[in-house]
């Protein structure tokens, strides 16, 4: 019986090096290639930027759904094997692995926490022991373990976090309509910013560049108003940050 189980990554990177990003997609893609698992998607999740944390861009971390008839134990060599083999010198990786039965309350309190104050790798240990999940160190202080379960508490939530890969959203260009968009990808609804659905034959100009949030679960596109040659558009009211726009290079973002 198929089940659903996240899988945490982070501080895989240093600066000038492919981002988290690009292992958290390349790992996906690869359970998916040895018939392990289905990806449903992989997210970017903000935690705290502070002076005391060390990150090598913004300090996110990446969690990947999938859905699985394989057990935590069938996945974690896999996943390890991977991600060691990704990790480049100088970076303090982090894996965490989580069948959805096993996030309770604390975990997904863990990941809200993640965003506002300082853990430390004591933290997500003991917690990790205590409910038995799945978390470990793979280079350098191996400080990516407290991102890494995060990201699993954060992507559990179904509300935080946007999608940096999901079937179709990297082929959007251009203007297109809200229903070629549901139609294109896995995105479920556009909505604005106040939250008002946009119909089908609604006009979307994506800039090239179209990322939806995790909403409920799913991925929904959340655009804002902006004027351009004139007239006023409806564009992703995600935007890249100036770092993300050089990681993207790095296919991280």
Same mark, same amino acid.
């Given at each position: 019986m198929s089940t659903i189980v996240y899988i945490g990554i982070d501080d895989t990177d240093v600066i000038g090096s492919p981002g988290t990003g690009k292992v958290a997609r390349g790992l996906?893609?690869?359970?998916?290639e040895l018939g392990l698992a289905e990806s449903l998607g992989v997210s970017r999740h903000q935690l705290l930027v502070h002076p005391q944390v060390k990150y090598t861009s913004h300090n996110s971390s990446k969690g990947i759904a999938v859905k699985t008839d394989k057990t935590v134990s069938e996945l974690c060599q896999p996943c390890v094997s991977y991600v060691e083999s990704?990790?480049?010198?100088?970076?303090?990786?982090?894996?965490?692995?989580?069948p959805r039965d096993k996030v309770n309350a604390e975990i997904l309190e863990y990941g *809200?926490?993640?965003?506002? @104050? *300082?853990?430390?790798?004591? !933290?997500?240990?003991?917690?990790?022991?205590?409910?038995?999940?799945?978390? +470990?160190?793979?280079?350098?202080?191996?400080?990516?373990?407290? %991102?890494?379960?995060?990201?699993?508490?954060? +992507?559990? #939530?179904?509300?935080?976090?946007?999608?940096? !890969?999901?079937? %179709?959203? +990297?082929?959007?260009? %251009?203007?297109? #309509?809200?229903?070629e968009i549901k139609q294109r990808t896995d995105?479920?609804? @556009?909505?604005?910013?106040?939250? +008002? @659905?946009?119909?089908?034959?609604?006009?979307?100009?994506?800039?090239?560049?179209?990322?939806?949030?995790l909403v409920g679960g799913l991925a929904v596109l959340r655009v804002k108003s902006m004027q351009k040659y004139g007239k006023e558009v409806w564009v992703p009211a995600e935007k890249r940050l100036k770092q993300e726009h050089k990681e993207e290079e790095h296919h991280d973002e």
């Amino acid at each position: 019986m198929s089940t659903i189980v996240y899988i945490g990554i982070d501080d895989t990177d240093v600066i000038g090096s492919p981002g988290t990003g690009k292992v958290a997609r390349g790992l996906a893609k690869h359970l998916a290639e040895l018939g392990l698992a289905e990806s449903l998607g992989v997210s970017r999740h903000q935690l705290l930027v502070h002076p005391q944390v060390k990150y090598t861009s913004h300090n996110s971390s990446k969690g990947i759904a999938v859905k699985t008839d394989k057990t935590v134990s069938e996945l974690c060599q896999p996943c390890v094997s991977y991600v060691e083999s990704c990790a480049v010198s100088g970076s303090d990786p982090g894996l965490c692995i989580c069948p959805r039965d096993k996030v309770n309350a604390e975990i997904l309190e863990y990941g *809200l926490n993640a965003g506002k @104050v *300082l853990l430390t790798k004591k !933290d997500a240990l003991s917690l990790a022991e205590k409910h038995n999940i799945f978390l +470990r160190e793979l280079g350098g202080d191996g400080g990516g373990i407290i %991102g890494a379960l995060a990201a699993v508490g954060l +992507r559990a #939530s179904g509300n935080n976090g946007r999608l940096v !890969d999901v079937r %179709g959203v +990297r082929d959007i260009k %251009g203007v297109v #309509s809200v229903a070629e968009i549901k139609q294109r990808t896995d995105i479920v609804a @556009v909505q604005d910013t106040e939250g +008002r @659905v946009f119909a089908d034959d609604e006009m979307i100009d994506s800039l090239d560049w179209i990322r939806p949030s995790l909403v409920g679960g799913l991925a929904v596109l959340r655009v804002k108003s902006m004027q351009k040659y004139g007239k006023e558009v409806w564009v992703p009211a995600e935007k890249r940050l100036k770092q993300e726009h050089k990681e993207e290079e790095h296919h991280d973002e």
